[in-house]
C-alpha cells in the first residue's frame, strides 16, 4: 500500500467535508477515494450538488468559513494537505497547485491589465523580476495561442474563449505539478471549448502535469480524461479509465448518465431523463446515496451502503450487485425502467415517439430580417458604426415542427430568436406571423401577436419571480390576457404544468422557484410558455444549464408537444447533438447570416457549407469508441462590428478560393500567428490596415519584404497569397485586395440551400 501510494501524485482517502449550518452538518462530502499519477488526467462527474467542486476547493483550502474537513486525508506529493493552514498552505496553491475556475470574467480582476495579474500571481510566489516575469508572460500567451501584445489588455476587451486562455496561462505560471479545472469550457461555444481543451491537453502533455478535471459533461471527460470518478450524493459510485466505464459502466448511476447523453452519431436513439433528484445531504439516506432513482434498488440497497468492489483492473464500483450488470445495462437502456421510478417519485418521464411530419402551414416567414445595434458616438447626430448582429437572413417555421438555429456564440442566434417574438425590435425586414407583419407592431396589436407566441429562457431562475408562487408563475400570462379567472384559471395552470411533467401538479403550486430543483424550474418556464397553447415556441439553450441526467426530459418534451398540440419551436443551440435529437431543419448561422438550411439530417450528414464541418468537428463524442483529433487552430468569430470581405468565414476557411472575400486584414493576422511562433520578421513592418488594403513598411527594402512577406502568407491558404495585389510605395508595400460581395443560398438538395462559392449559384 505503501508503495502504491509512492506512485500518486495525489492519494485522497476517506475524505469529508462538512458544511455547518444552524440545521446540522451539510455532509457535502461524505468518504471518498481517488488517486491521481504524475502527469495523469482524472474526470470528476456527476450532477450539481453530487459534491465535486467541494471537493476540489478542500485541496487548495478555498472552502467558506463554515466549511469543515472532519476526517480523511489528501496526501500530495508525500504530504497531508488537511493539516496546512496559513503561510504553510499558500507555498502550495498555484505554485504546486493550481486552478482554472468556471467564469473566467470573474476570476480576472477588471480594472488590472492581464499581464499585471499573470505577473502578480509569479511575485506572490517566487523572486522574480518584472522584465523577467514579463517575458515569461509572453512566453505563456505564445503556449495558450494569444498575441503577446494582449497581455496589455484589460478582461473587457477580450473575446470570452481568450479570456479562458489567458486563466490557463495565469495557471501555468508557475508551472505547477497539478491542475484542477472546474468547469472550464461550461460558458464557451463547441469550436472555443474543442480549442481551450486541445490547447489544454497539449500543455499538460508537453509539461508533464497533472489534471483534474471537474464537469457534468460526459463528452468532454471522454475526450480529455484518462480515468473518471463518477460522484453522486457526497460519494464516489464508479472509478476506472474513461472509456471503459462509459463504454460498459457497472454502476446503475453510470448507465443513466450514459443513456440521458445526445452523442451526434447516435441521436436516433431515445434519450433517456433520470428522475427525481440527488439526496439531500443535510440528512443523507442510511444505504446507497442513490437507491431512491435506481430502477434496481432493493430493500438491502435502502438500509446498507454497498462498498467499493473491484469490477475489472483498476476498476471499482460502489454497488451490492456487480453480478448483474449485463442484465442492469440491457434494462437501463429502455425508458420502461426509468418511467416506473418516475411513478415511484410522482413525476412523469416523458417518452417522445420519432414521427413523421407532413408538409403543413408556415407559422412565420422571415423575409430579410436586419437588427443593427448602433454604438455610441456620433456624427452630426448619426451613429458612425453599429454592431451587425442580424444582417439580412431569411427563413421559415412550419405548423408542428422544429426548427433548430445552430452557431457559435456571437452568430445573431439568440437576437434572431428575440426578434421573433418581438423582445427586440428588428431594424428592417418583414417577420410575417399569420398573413400579419410582426416585425412592427405596438400596443394592443403586439399583446395579441403574444398570445400565440411564447419564450423559454436559458436560465430559468433568473426569468422565474422570486416572489411569486408556482401557480402564480403559470396563470400570469393568463391573468393578462383576461383569459380565465378562479377555478378556471387554477385548472388551466393545473394542465400546464402536468403536460410539464410536475405531477400531481398540487404539490408544487405553492412553492416558490427557489424551492425547485433547476430541471423543475426550467419545466415551470415551459409550463408558462405552453399554457396560452401558442402557436409557436422560442426556446434558447433551454438545456445548456441543466445536468445531463434532467436534459433528456426536456427535450423530449419539445417533442411532445410538437407532436401533442401541435406546437412549432426555434431551438437555439450552439450543442449539434441536441440539435440533431430534435429538430426537423437546421439552420447554420454564422456572424449575421445563415449560411446553410435545410432538413437536419441532410445538413448534419451532408455538411455542405465549411462552417458546418468545424462545428461538427467541434463538436465533442461522449461515445467511448468514438476519437476525435484535437481542434487546435479554428481561430475565433470576427467582430460584427467591423465585418469581413465577401463571405464572413472565408478567413477561418480552409477551402478558400480566390474570390471568397481575402483581403488586408487576413495578412494582419498571418503576421500575428507568425509573431506567436518567435519566428524574426525583420524585413516587414508594423503593418497599416485601409479598407481592404494593407501598407507593410520595409525597412530593409522591397525585396526582402517580398521574401518575407512570402513565407508569411506561405502558412494560410494559398488563395490569399493567388488574391493579393502587391506594389510598391515610398520604402514600403501596398498588398491591395478586390471587393466581394457576401454569397448567396444555392439550392444543393430539396429544401437543402448553402451559402458558399464552392457550389454553383
Not at 502578480?120 to 498575441?147: C, N, P, S, T, Y
Not at 491542475?179 to 480549442?195: C, F, G, S, Y
Amino acid at each position: 500500500m505503501k508503495d502504491m501510494a509512492a506512485k500518486n501524485l495525489l492519494d485522497v482517502r476517506d475524505l469529508a467535508i462538512h458544511y455547518r449550518t444552524g440545521a446540522g452538518p451539510v455532509r457535502a462530502v461524505d468518504g471518498i477515494d481517488f488517486t491521481i499519477a504524475p502527469g495523469e488526467a482524472l474526470g470528476l462527474v456527476g450532477e450539481s450538488g453530487c459534491g465535486k467542486t467541494t471537493a476540489a476547493k478542500a485541496m487548495l483550502k478555498l472552502l467558506p468559513p463554515n466549511g469543515d474537513i472532519p476526517r480523511g486525508q489528501m496526501d500530495f506529493n508525500g504530504r497531508d494537505l488537511v493539516p496546512l493552514q496559513g503561510e504553510d498552505m499558500r507555498r502550495v496553491r498555484w505554485k504546486e497547485i493550481a486552478w482554472i475556475s468556471q467564469a473566467a470574467m470573474n476570476a480576472l480582476d477588471p480594472v488590472y491589465r492581464v499581464g499585471d495579474q499573470i505577473l502578480e500571481a509569479m511575485q506572490a510566489h517566487i523572486k522574480i523580476d518584472k522584465a523577467e516575469g514579463w517575458a515569461r508572460a509572453e512566453e505563456l500567451f505564445r503556449a495558450v495561442g494569444i498575441d503577446p501584445s494582449r497581455l496589455r489588455a484589460y478582461p473587457h476587451e477580450m473575446s470570452g474563449g481568450m479570456k479562458q486562455r489567458a486563466v490557463i496561462a495565469m495557471a501555468m505560471a508557475l508551472q505547477p505539478q497539478l491542475l484542477i479545472a472546474d468547469e472550464p469550457t461550461t460558458a464557451l461555444d463547441v469550436v472555443t471549448q474543442a480549442q481551450i481543451l486541445s490547447r489544454l491537453a497539449r500543455l499538460r502533455r508537453e509539461r508533464g502535469m497533472a489534471l483534474l478535471f471537474i464537469t457534468h459533461d460526459i463528452s468532454v471527460v471522454v475526450q480529455t480524461c484518462d480515468r473518471v470518478a463518477v460522484m453522486y450524493g457526497g460519494k464516489i459510485m464508479e472509478t476506472g479509465p474513461v472509456r471503459q466505464v462509459f463504454g460498459a459502466p457497472f454502476h446503475p448511476y453510470t448507465m443513466g448518465l450514459t443513456n440521458a447523453f445526445p452523442t451526434l452519431e447516435g441521436a436516433q436513439r431515445e434519450l433517456i431523463s433520470i428522475p427525481g433528484t440527488p439526496p439531500n445531504l443535510l440528512r443523507p439516506p442510511p444505504g446507497c446515496r442513490f437507491a431512491e432513482r435506481c430502477p434496481f434498488a432493493t430493500d438491502r440497497c435502502r438500509a446498507e451502503e454497498p462498498a467499493q468492489h473491484a469490477v475489472g483492473p483498476g476498476r471499482l464500483a460502489a454497488c451490492h450487485y456487480p453480478d448483474k450488470v449485463e442484465e442492469f445495462r440491457q434494462t437501463a437502456a429502455t425508458n420502461q425502467a426509468w418511467a416506473e421510478v418516475g411513478r415511484r417519485l410522482n413525476e412523469e418521464v416523458v417518452v417522445a415517439t420519432r414521427t413523421q411530419r407532413k408538409q403543413s402551414a408556415e407559422v412565420l416567414s422571415i423575409e430579410k430580417l436586419v437588427k443593427h445595434f448602433p454604438l455610441p458616438g456620433s456624427f452630426f447626430g448619426k451613429s458612425v458604426s453599429a454592431v451587425r448582429a442580424v444582417d439580412g437572413i431569411d427563413l421559415t417555421l412550419q405548423e408542428g415542427e422544429i426548427l433548430g438555429i445552430a452557431g457559435e456564440s456571437g452568430s445573431g442566434k439568440t437576437t434572431t430568436g428575440e426578434m421573433l417574438v418581438r423582445l427586440q425590435e428588428p431594424t428592417a425586414g418583414r417577420i410575417v406571423s399569420e398573413g400579419d407583419d410582426i416585425a412592427h407592431l405596438k400596443g394592443t396589436a403586439l399583446k395579441a401577436f403574444r398570445r400565440r407566441a411564447q419564450m423559454v429562457f436559458q436560465d430559468p431562475y433568473q426569468t422565474l419571480n422570486p416572489r411569486f408562487t408556482i401557480q402564480d408563475i403559470v396563470g400570469e400570462p393568463l391573468k393578462i390576457h383576461g383569459l380565465a379567472k378562479g377555478g378556471a384559471r387554477r385548472a388551466r395552470v393545473v394542465q400546464a404544468l402536468e403536460r410539464a411533467g410536475l405531477k400531481p401538479a398540487d404539490t408544487y403550486m405553492e412553492r416558490f422557484p427557489h424551492e425547485l430543483s433547476g430541471g423543475q424550474r426550467q419545466r415551470v418556464a415551459i409550463a408558462r410558455a405552453i399554457v396560452l397553447e401558442p402557436r409557436f415556441i422560442v426556446a434558447d439553450e433551454p438545456v445548456s444549464m441543466l445536468d445531463v441526467s434532467i436534459r433528456a426530459g426536456v427535450l423530449n418534451l419539445m417533442r411532445h408537444f410538437r407532436d401533442e398540440m401541435g406546437i412549432s419551436f426555434v431551438y437555439v443551440s450552439h450543442d449539434l447533438p441536441t440539435i440533431r435529437y430534435v429538430a426537423d431543419r437546421t439552420a447554420i448561422m454564422y456572424l449575421g447570416e445563415i449560411v446553410e438550411v435545410g432538413p437536419t439530417e441532410k445538413v448534419i450528414s451532408e455538411r455542405k457549407h465549411p462552417y458546418t464541418r468545424l462545428l461538427l468537428d467541434a463538436s465533442p463524442e461522449p461515445d467511448p469508441s468514438v476519437e476525435k483529433p484535437p481542434l487546435e487552430s479554428a481561430g475565433e468569430i470576427p467582430s460584427a462590428i467591423d465585418v469581413p470581405n465577401g463571405c464572413r468565414f472565408h478567413n477561418r476557411c480552409p477551402l478558400a478560393t480566390p474570390v471568397c472575400g481575402w483581403e488586408g486584414r487576413d495578412v494582419i493576422a498571418a503576421l500575428a500567428e507568425w509573431d506567436l511562433t518567435a519566428k524574426p520578421r525583420d524585413a516587414l513592418g508594423t503593418p497599416e490596415r485601409d479598407g481592404l488594403t494593407v501598407r507593410l513598411p520595409a525597412p530593409k527594402g522591397a525585396a526582402a519584404a517580398r521574401a518575407q512577406l512570402a513565407d508569411v502568407l506561405a502558412t494560410r491558404p494559398a488563395s490569399l497569397a493567388e488574391t493579393a495585389q502587391i506594389t510598391e510605395d515610398a520604402g514600403a508595400l501596398v498588398v491591395h485586395f478586390p471587393h466581394y460581395s457576401s454569397p448567396k443560398r444555392r439550392r444543393v438538395g430539396a429544401g437543402h440551400e448553402v451559402a458558399c462559392v464552392l457550389y454553383p449559384e
